[in-house]
Structures are given as structure tokens and as C-alpha cells.
């Protein structure tokens, strides 16, 4: 696991979704393809995981201004971007998203759980996008 603390971009794969989602020409198919992913997998892979909490951070970011810690420079600037999009309908996809990413088959949930220190921090993360996404 290449991540450093419990946070959505702490993580060296989370910055892998990023840089597609800012390089993406369709953001939202995109972003809804990560999202069915996981919530259409028996299992939820690492990588897919990230792409599905980074594309819901994203959104809760536009959505809220939530101001994530992301050693993205430009993050912020992009961010302001997308403003101009319609985010509303993955909303629940985004929830659903999550709420599989924190299910018993997530393979992030295993590994998180395996770290009794911050697990508890990363699971509170990610519920409370879920909260303001809802």
C-alpha cells in the first residue's frame, strides 16, 4: 500500500485517478465508470477504490468547497473549472461508491483494518464525504 496517512490523496495511487480525471474529455462518464466499478463489484480492488474516492472527492469538493490536503498544486485551481458542471446526478452513485469502498469485500478496507492506529481516521474520512455528499 503506497500510502502515507489516512487522507483520500495520501495515497500514490489516488494521485494516479486525479491526474486522469483532470486529463479526462468526459469527466462525468468517467467518473460514473469508477463509480458502477466498485458498486457493481462482488470485490473492490485497490486501484478501483481510489478512483471512486478520489472521483467523490472531487465532487464533494466542487459541491462544497471542501478543501482536501493534496500536494497538487493546481488541485484548487481545477476544481474552480469544473463549476460549471453538473455533478448532481452521481451524487448517489458517489455515495453508493463509498459505502462499497467501506463494505466488508474492499480490499482498501482490508488493508486499512489492518492498521489499528489510523484505521479508524481513514474510515471517519471517508464517511463524512458520504455525509456531505448526502
Known amino acids: 500500500m503506497g500510502a502515507w496517512s489516512y487522507g483520500v490523496f495520501d495515497d500514490d495511487t489516488a494521485y494516479d485517478a486525479l491526474d486522469d480525471l483532470k486529463a479526462s474529455q468526459e469527466i462525468i462518464a468517467d467518473m460514473e465508470k469508477y463509480f458502477d466499478v466498485v458498486i457493481e463489484a462482488k470485490y473492490v480492488g485497490y486501484d ?3 478512483y471512486a474516492l478520489v472521483s467523490a472527492a472531487v465532487i464533494d469538493s ?4 471542501t478543501q482536501y ?3 497538487d498544486e493546481d488541485y484548487l485551481k481545477w476544481i474552480r473549472t469544473l463549476k460549471s458542471f453538473d455533478f448532481a446526478p452521481l451524487r448517489r452513485k458517489a455515495i453508493a461508491a463509498i459505502d ?9 478496507k482490508e488493508l486499512w483494518r ?7 481516521a481513514w474510515e471517519e474520512d471517508k464517511i463524512s464525504i ?5
Open 62 to 65: 466542487v459541491f462544497n468547497e
Open 130 to 134: 458520504r455525509e456531505r455528499l448526502g
Open 48 to 50: 478501483e477504490g481510489h
Open 100 to 108: 462499497a469502498v467501506l463494505s466488508d469485500s474492499s480490499e482498501l
Open 114 to 120: 489492518e492498521n489499528k492506529e489510523l484505521y479508524s
Open 69 to 71: 490536503r493534496c500536494d
